[in-house]
């Protein structure tokens, strides 16, 4: 299955996933999921709104995580 096919088929779930994952600090990359995320826009696989839609509120609710993880847990969670 190619990359684009994949992105056609599950692109604002495998943009919402791959974003919210980079957001709590997994390793993976953000940045070639928005360049996959926008030629799919580009070429009129994805709509642009929801690709920004799911992007906006991954990375929201990945910061928020991160937020309340380093509130409560403190530096227990960095050692």
Do not use: C, K, N
Request: proline share 4%; no cysteine; aromatic share 12%.
């Amino acid at each position: 299955m190619t990359l684009f096919l994949l992105m056609a088929r599950h692109g604002y779930a495998l943009t919402f996933a791959l974003l919210l994952a980079e957001a709590i600090g997994l390793p993976f990359p953000a940045a070639i999921a928005l360049v996959a995320a926008g030629a799919a826009v580009a070429a009129h696989a994805l709509w642009g709104p929801y690709v920004l839609l799911a992007a906006v509120t991954a990375l929201l609710l990945g910061d928020t995580v991160q937020f309340w993880l380093g509130r409560y847990m403190g530096w227990a969670l960095l050692g």
